[in-house]
């Protein structure tokens, strides 16, 4: 094999290697779906735990939930996804210039955990 196509593999091989490690940054809420209302889409999730994940690459604080409830009403477009009783992860999604962090006012993406 010519050494420029070996420079090529190797290069393509570090891009995905790259790609592969990048870690998600966030604060998430892992729960179970207790209730789930397929009309107005809200989803209730009894909280288990929360954590925060920093971009290793940014500099970004750490805010603390204003009140943090055993449970959470949040609204999802696609409430048909998810059963009752699932194990999901949501990430909070601050849109707002606060510094405290407002339940009522964060946006959420929910995923399945497995």
């Known amino acids: 094999m010519s050494k420029s196509k070996m420079t090529f593999i190797i290069v393509i091989l570090a891009i995905t290697l790259m790609g592969c490690s990048?870690?998600?940054?966030?604060?998430?809420l892992l729960g179970n779906i207790t209730e789930i209302n397929d009309k107005s889409g809200n989803m209730e999730i009894e909280i288990v735990g929360s954590f925060t994940v920093?971009?290793?690459?940014s500099l970004t604080e750490l805010y603390e939930f204003?009140?943090?409830p055993n449970s959470l009403t949040i609204r999802v477009s696609n409430p048909n996804e998810?059963?009752?009783g699932q194990k999901v992860q949501a990430k909070a999604i601050k849109n707002y210039e606060e510094e405290v962090w407002d339940l009522d006012k964060l946006e959420f993406e929910v995923e399945e955990v497995t």
């Open 22 to 28: 990048q870690n998600k940054a966030g604060t998430f």
């Open 54 to 57: 920093d971009d290793a690459e």
């Open 66 to 68: 204003e009140k943090q």
């Open 82 to 84: 998810y059963e009752e």
